[in-house]
């Protein structure tokens, strides 16, 4: 009586390749198949019926990477086109998940991904819309100033702002050359890998704590993928002091909202993103 | 490297068993495992990996059936709860799926469940989602006046207002006795299954475009379970006139968003539905 | 030159009525003609003018009394309906009072009533309505956790998000099995009826204090029935502190409501709730 | 058992009086004892428990009259305040129910009367709110291209654009010199009250019907107080056609309004209309 | 290759003069071509390439002065209106800017001015149009309870509420008998000018870092022209502590929209202001 | 008296640089001083007291011109970015205007150039910024299907959703190679400059109606800077019917606005767009 269905292929693209002279070695971009299952604690589960690769991203611009400010996203975005360009056209993919905290260049690549009907998904989106599913509000928990305000952006541009009730600054910053001697995410990924201590778990908590008592928050998302490796410590410590609150992360949340919409068989409205020409034109459109 | 995950557990209940001295005959009732595959375009696919079995819903309250009235919606919702209840508590399901068209005891269920950290999903609320990532706004094609209405406050309940263009309304009611004489829903869903062609469709059609080209919709969901049959014959139809526009029905949403939710293993925020009594409480809500 | 009008004649409807294995004896829901003038400061005043009566509502469904959360409302509003159908059709009243905090079976008691052109008021609706006239944003003070999410739901039903700035705690909760053990708000009121200091009463003092500095209320309403004695004192307590705002209760703001919509001949819109079948049937609707 | 409650007192005060050199005369202003009674269909009834007595209003300034404009409703408030002053302070009134259409000096009014506990009401804002207990959204039926304008900024004033669906604009326009030779609403009014067809309800009801149809409205209240007559032939005309739709006009709305926050016992809050000097002040207001 | 383009004429108009027995002497109002240059930081620099000239305004009612109450706003917007008419039939003007904080009487200046295509451009209304180019959300510095309510309207008016922080009350109020003993925004003012510490400013400086931090401001703008000296150094002291935040002002900020408005040619749309009869109506309105 | 103020100084930078081997000759992009002054009515008054020049914008990346997709806006925006760098950088202006209708790489552009305290224009954001000081509500007349979804984003982009009434499409599309065969916008724009009548204005008039009639618009944008030459025709054709409306066009509401804002000495929130890294930050944002 089952159909025998076609598993799910998939594509995983990084944010953006390091660059070869990048100097830093940033844990969270070595996007292979390797690394990419000890991401984030539900891939396996969620990968394990797909038919997967990892494609490490377009190289970083000179001097842009990590990214953190508008500039950069914009960039990174559009450095990312080609390979989506191609990747989408290729035959091979139901679905691209873009990688990456920001979600740099996930409007146009659903543009051009619509045309051979792929679906694309991406990490803030996939994770707002989720929270969306689990409660009324949730709070972005992020890396540092300018990288909320690119969280905001994105609050913003996915008509987020009814369910988003705040984005918390952990102030731990990406290793960028602006951050210089300041401790920052890449270290404490490290050191909770290692087992010890991370105090930007501890901010981590006092924060969501906050958000819950004076934003109203019942759910959190996490703004930068270098942080994701807090979804389940943290989540663990808000049970353990008595707040039964879902965190999530994008790696998993991108995954499964692919894996959704390819089962339904839809990608995106033609309406939304029209094909260029497009086959009809609407006299009028409502803001 | 694949994790050997287990395949997802699922049950689908009816919104309600047809009475045994019912003396109407409406098919799309007829919840069983044998005929729910049929019932939708999308559901082998879903359904192929997914252990899942089908409950016929509690027994429809004599006199409130077929239900269309925002008393018999309620009705039917309280009756719905023992039996999620039960289910919900037996271990035996990773989720649960609420099937017809206006999701009667959806809330409530969801309180219930998250005790035993079971996902519900439930036929409107999948569909409103699942059409908010593919435009910018939604409209509902449904059957009837009143129909219409639960759709609305359905709308409200889930905070939609901003992504659902309109509802449209067919006029091809449920067989009720206050529709007696009438064309029904049921008799369109026939005719279209024998091959004949179907005002109901025409009709579908012309509010679709209506839809488009002034309010604004950019994606159509289905109001009534009755009608979903209209999902796969109405995309291509409106394809057909040069409209690249999605159309939803409800039980492959819901299934999809189940299967969403437990890959990512949360199915809602004990912050929004807390626990009798809950583990420790907050000061203060925001609306 | 008067016109002799007739005086309106009213039934006030209990929430739910105890069950006779209660073991609880709970004073508010002792709703008869004898109690009622004494449960809220202005209800002499009001029903003076009224031919009116008390109908102790619907037995409580075992196990779900007294109600708090979203399933019991649930419950007690469909256990109402038929109290409401019989009431509204027998042509004794023009208007019908849902007594209770939560308005359990409101909309749907207006549904059946509107048939028979009879007036449906809730205690909580009355309440946002009533504070809606008299400031910009009011504060639900409420009995717990769980309480205080239905108000959530409630405020989202009516439309008045942006009409209210909180709903805050004051965890008092009703003396439920879930709650065995604390200090409940039936005990409270029975404090301040013999004269006795009130704890809950001070907390409603604090936190009303901080809902005017930190949330911008400038009125206040009440979420429980079983907390309306809390009216009149609190706002003489705000009064002694220089905070010159009104305070409301549920029992007074429907039976005002209700006289206000007699007086002037509507109870509600037949395309908000039209009859089955309805008489005319419109093709949009607009969310 | 009852409390002999002292009727309410109540004065209703024109929204001006017409200039002793006006040329024209305006029925609708003859706002006298005599005459107010027959202004509209619900007052008898509403008014019959109630002591109360008419002000005739402050005399209109010199070529603003009647009103229309921006600047004449502004003019038309401030002359207004000095009667309101006057008599709040008088300790004979418990509410002043402001006429006219279009609201004139109705914050500053509640401001200064609120130093007395007196009540204000007004007769758009009367409408709106009892309009938002009917239905979903009203339709505002009104006179003229500017009078319309000025009713859209008192939707906006009184923050229910969400529950506004549109403003009709039936164009029989005040009997002002700017309007000179084109049919007024003064003798659509005085032709209706002949037993003659009106041409002004015939455009009502196509415009209301149009409303129902095109702009979601679901109940109607009317614009100008010179086109109160409506109400009750407009109503009875939508019912005849299958519409059964509520239509409010603001003699009764103002004064059933009154009554009910009279009988409440309270008329604003402090914080939203503090005194001069406030008794108690806040650090932040949230807009 | 430049056109000889004439400079911008504009009149900028007091709020009101004070009376000739006022008492008090508030050099704030003193507004002449002399004193003018040297109230805003901005001035001497926007107005340099214009022709311009100070009327006084129109005098203050007895006893209505200082204004700070929405009755004493709507008495002095009506006494500005005639000075209006005048000067906008005069031919002598490109632009009137309405001086004063509360913008009394703008929104009907604006309807006689289209009459003549003259600009008026008020100090609220032009800063908060003004910050919402510079950031996402202002937050108004005010200088009492009550005129913290005017602002509170004037946002809501102009719908600048989804851009609105928050409004700081820095309480230190106009010197009005109703202040008599406290000291007041004139004598911080004259602090200041002698070059004195000001506590006006310390409070402001203190509000202004907790509207960043708590309230989500990202600029600032002042409420009361009688505050405006503290543009420039509020500014600098935020700097100082390390907040790169913008501080505004209304006579520069109504100034430069005036000379915008002129260059572009633009003053108001006919359909927002229509003339006394308009030349063309329309059927529906949308609120 | 008057300062001797130095005046703007100010560069208007081209969306893009036709590519070499363009093929196409798009007249509107000949961004030169010469032909600057005639491309938009008020131009040379707004300039004639400005020290200004023109830079041809980066080089058009090769397949992607004229831009109508959001792929292309995306690609024009960043390429845009070292242009911006450089001469935001170089000391020589007080403000940057982004020509171009779709505002590419806006955001971005003044992030970089806050560092300098160079204020950047655009034109959308100009244009929907002074249209929202005129009306209420503005329509957007617009080129095309694809180039419609670019302005929505806009719309939703600088948060003008409430004073948006719609766009409207007037389908005489860019000369792209997607639209070859098509009369387009360029050809119009040379038709009418010939004296010759213009199928597109004769449109643009139409849709104008229609917006005022039925979408509540009281203002017009365009939204292509291709077709900015309508605005004076457009506008005047709809007084000669009676519509007395503005109509903006983007060049001179960009340069308008980098005046007032250099006049106000004032270009961006630096908590808006901080600084690399942050002088300071903020523990918390809000969405």
New interface residues.
Partial sequence: ?????APCRMLLIGAYAPPADGGLTLGTFANS?ETM?GNA??L??????VEWDVHPGAPASPGFWPV????EF??A??NR?PVVRQEAASGRWDALVLLGGGDP?F??AR??AHRHRVVVTACAHAQM??A??????FTILDV???H??RM??L???Y???????????L?F?LPRA??EGRINVQQEAERHARGEPSAMLEVAVT?AV?A????????FILGCSAAYWLQAPLQQRLAE??????V?EGY??AV??A???V?????????????????????????
Avoid at 1 to 5: H, I
């Fill in positions: 009586m089952l159909m025998m269905a198949r299952l604690a539900r396996p589960v969620l990968l394990h019926d953190e400010m508008r500039e914009a960039i975005g559009v086109l260049g409007l146009e543009e051009i819309h989720a969306s599913l689990l409660g009324r509000r540092s100033e300018n909320n305000l905001a952006d609050v913003q541009l008509r987020m702002e009814d369910r988003c009730a705040s984005i918390r600054n102030e910053p602006a951050h924060e906050a819950i008592e004076e934003d109203g928050a019942d759910c002091i008595g707040w039964d609150v879902p999530l998993g949340a499964a909202q894996k959704m919409l089962g339904l068989g839809v990608d995106a409205s033609g309406l939304a993103f029209p094909a260029d020409p497009p086959r009809r034109t609407r006299r009028r459109k409502l803001p």
